[in-house]
T-cell receptor, first 118, second 111 residues
Framework: NAGVMQNPRHLVRRRGQEARLRCSPMKGHSHVYWYRQLPEEGLKFMVYLQKENIIDESGMPKERFSAEFPKEGPSILRIQQVVRGDSAAYFC????????????????FGEGSWLTVV | QKEVEQNSGPLSVPEGAIASLNCTYSDRGSQSFFWYRQYSGKSPELIMSIYSNGDKEDGRFTAQLNKASQYVSLLIRDSQPSDSATYLCAVNLVGASKIIFGSGTRLSIRP
């Protein structure tokens, strides 16, 4: 997972502020996934993106959350008007192609971004 | 029913023994299965992937898959204190490119 770069590693925001989390996938990977992990809980899928396209956002909250993966630059997960319940670890993962048996691929995680809302 | 279910533990195993971690999944057509290890405060790291029924061995780790029972397990032989972590079972759902994770099993290896 050393190749997936996330920043910031730790972010503190006051309620109502915006949080922006960035993810640069491993070299050669064009598929990016965002997961959220609440304290003492498992990883919850949020969104799957390819360059310039959102493929699956079924895990994204309907309001305040958005994600993008532009042609140039990192993927960004944006949380507007943060609330205390948004405090969590946000993990980005990447793969060279869709994961699964056909490709033999899986996803590799970055070190995570820990968001604390005060 | 959750898509991927694991016993949350903690599972306590003496050093040197075999640790057995279990996982069930709901989507019968799922074809790809993964085990990740996560230390506290760290990101998940891939241990094993398995796609076919049967056993797959890699060092001290063996993954077992039984699609008929919708069951996948991870065995850790000669357990070491460094194996103490949370183990996450993950499944690639049919027709989807996302990987869904179970809530994890906390494993504790006691000296």
């Amino acid at each position: 997972n050393a190749g997936v770069m996330q920043n910031p590693r730790h972010l503190v925001r006051r309620r109502g502020q915006e949080a922006r989390l960035r993810c640069s996938p491993m070299k050669g990977h064009s598929h990016v996934y965002w997961y959220r992990q609440l304290p003492e809980e498992g990883l919850k899928f949020m969104v799957y993106l390819q360059k310039e396209n959102i493929i699956d956002e079924s895990g994204m909250p309907k309001e305040r959350f958005s994600a993008e993966f532009p042609k140039e630059g990192p993927s960004i997960l944006r949380i507007q008007q943060v609330v205390r319940g948004d405090s969590a670890a946000y993990f980005c993962a990447s793969s060279p192609s869709p994961p699964g048996r056909a490709t033999g691929n899986t996803i590799y995680f970055g070190e995570g971004s820990w968001l604390t809302v005060v | 029913q959750k898509e991927v279910e694991q016993n949350s533990g903690p599972l306590s195993v003496p050093e040197g023994a075999i640790a057995s971690l279990n996982c069930t999944y709901s989507d019968r057509g799922s074809q790809s299965f993964f085990w990740y290890r996560q230390y506290s405060g760290k990101s998940p790291e891939l241990i094993m992937s398995i796609y076919s029924n049967g056993d797959k061995e890699d060092g001290r780790f063996t993954a077992q898959l039984n699609k008929a029972s919708q069951y996948v397990s991870l065995l850790i032989r000669d357990s070491q204190p460094s194996d103490s972590a949370t183990y996450l079972c993950a499944v690639n759902l049919v027709g989807a490119s996302k990987i869904i994770f179970g809530s994890g099993t906390r494993l504790s290896i006691r000296p």
